[in-house]
């Protein structure tokens, strides 16, 4: 019965890829069906949606557990307000000038795209290969293991109320327990909709809104009240240094990292060119608002020592301030990680999805659900690698020197844009920045990427080039030779095409190998 089922189901699949082949030419815009239509991702986020995308993926756990580093290297109140606001800054110019790229590729994927069209065609080798990277590292490594942490917070607090009298063993198998469920919701709600996940980030997005301006309105209730002692020693501190401030806009600039995520998924933004410069022009600086002024609220109740001790600074903020409301700011920290796990995860399959469909993944990771229209089986993915990391449990280290991939990747995303002024420059541009911002931002990437290296040379930079190298193996010998096992990977297609009932996705006409 079962061989059977697999059959209609595998004969379906071709039925359903011949007929989009057939009808490739029909409009852009006509709805997606099994009948014959063509097959692809839906373009189902406007504005609002993309705002909170943002949001979503800029607002996790760091402003409420650990925004204390910006105020231990600043050496001050008034310059670690400094560094918030001019790290908001670099982040709108970095972030506007992925909007130039986005829309002028009109591609999802954001850097490995622009890598791909910018790089590509120099060098038989060479030219795809910082591509290749990209999507290595963002679908392997970086991303899964920066959901895995986010859900590992998101179950600390969510479970916070009813694990105070267990021992640490099975507190720490809770939260695994609790990581993994939450994993599956997440999951479950980007593989079955698109739409679904809109809804939930929509509200999540409000959620985290309000809990900001939760922290916010207490710390204009402390002000109001007088108690602005820790907020008047301005500049007072300790001495203030070059390598200290480098270090606290480092930090700073962690906390507002996210703001691409809306040009990973450009193709599902609805007029992108509109909607994508102007989600980021409203977010990005909403979200320096509220960072600057949460930050004003937590000094006025805490002092410099307490907010560089504590091991959640917003939480020792509410049991200080909000009274019998204290409980307010773990389900905020809970509400926050959530969203921001799922929209990482919606942001990390498409980079996946379109490296498959670029032939820099398998191929089966590019296919979309015929019924759904959600890349099934590059969510499924990445779940299964963020797994494996909630299991595994220890990988700060792994997000270390992960992480310092990011400003390394945006600095050749600036690069990858003034090279496609050179090369594209006869295609229109519904949106340009002024080419002194993606040089300035350049310069920020490059003193942030050797930054970390000149103030602590560790093994962790060692380990991040082990990966490079091992990266480039695997692009050599799978990618550029392809010595593929042909057979294996048939078996493995057919088996995602049947558990995902998914057909490879028509190739947009400006997708060129």
């Not at 070059?242 to 806009?249: D, K, P, R, T």
């Not at 939480?315 to 409301?325: I, Q, S």
Request: proline residues 4%; hydrophobic residues 50%; aromatic residues 12%.
């Amino acid at each position: 019965m079962c061989h059977y089922r697999f059959q209609n189901i595998v004969t379906k699949l071709k039925m359903t890829q011949e007929n989009s082949l057939e009808n490739s030419d029909k409009d852009e815009n006509e709805d997606c069906n099994v009948h014959g239509s063509t097959i692809k991702l839906k373009r189902e986020l406007g504005l609002f949606s993309a705002v909170n995308l943002i949001l979503g993926v800029m607002i996790g756990s760091g402003i409420f557990v650990s925004p204390a580093l910006a105020l231990k290297y600043s050496g001050s109140v008034a310059m670690c307000l400094i560094i918030w606001t001019l790290s908001g800054v670099i982040s709108l110019l970095g972030a506007l000038s992925f909007a130039e790229l986005g829309t002028l590729l009109g591609q999802s994927g954001a850097e490995y795209s622009y890598f791909r069209e910018a790089f590509g065609k120099m060098h038989k080798f060479w030219g795809p290969l910082p591509s290749f990277i990209c999507a290595w590292i963002y679908v392997i490594i970086l991303r899964p293991a920066e959901v895995a942490i986010i859900v590992m917070t998101f179950a600390e607090y969510a479970i916070q109320p009813f694990t105070t009298d267990l021992d640490l063993h099975f507190k720490s198998m809770a939260i695994k327990l609790t990581s993994l469920s939450a994993l599956f919701v997440m999951t479950y709600i980007n593989i079955t909709s698109v739409k679904l996940f809109v809804k939930v980030q929509n509200v999540f997005g409000m959620f985290k809104i309000f809990a900001c301006l939760i922290v916010i309105g207490g710390g204009i209730y402390v002000i109001a009240t007088g108690n602005n002692e820790y907020l008047q020693k301005g500049f007072e501190g300790d001495k203030i240094t070059a390598g200290g401030i480098s270090l606290a806009l480092y930090s700073g600039l962690w906390a507002y990292d996210g703001w691409s995520s809306v040009t990973v998924v450009t193709e599902e933004i609805i007029n992108p060119a509109v909607n994508v410069p102007l989600s980021i022009s409203i977010a990005v600086p909403l979200i320096t608002a509220l960072y600057v002024f949460m930050n004003v609220a937590y000094m006025s109740a805490l002092s410099f020592s307490e907010m560089t001790s504590v091991p959640a600074v917003a939480v020792a903020f509410g049991d200080r301030v909000l009274g019998a409301g204290s409980f307010l700011i773990p389900l905020g920290v809970a509400i926050a990680t959530f969203g921001c796990a799922m929209s990482v995860q919606f942001g990390v399959t498409r980079v996946c999805y379109t490296a498959a469909r670029g032939g820099h993944m398998i191929e089966a990771f590019s296919f979309v659900n015929i019924k759904r229209l959600t890349p099934a089986p590059a969510v499924a993915l990445q779940a299964f690698i963020t797994t494996i990391f909630i299991i595994v449990g220890n990988i700060a280290t792994l997000i270390q020197f992960a992480s310092w991939f990011l400003w390394f990747f945006y600095g050749l995303a600036m690069v990858a844009l003034l090279v496609l002024r050179k090369t594209h420059g006869h295609l229109p541009r519904p949106y340009r920045v002024p080419t002194l911002v993606p040089c300035f931002v350049l310069l920020v990437a490059i003193f942030l990427s050797v930054l970390p290296i000149v103030h602590d040379p560790s093994i962790k930079y060692l380990m991040a080039i082990a990966f490079i190298v091992i990266g480039i193996g695997i692009y050599t010998l799978f990618v550029y030779y392809k010595k593929t096992p042909t057979k294996l990977l048939n078996k493995f297609t057919f088996l995602v095409q049947v558990l995902f009932e998914s057909v490879p996705p028509n190739i947009p006409e400006n997708y060129e190998d």
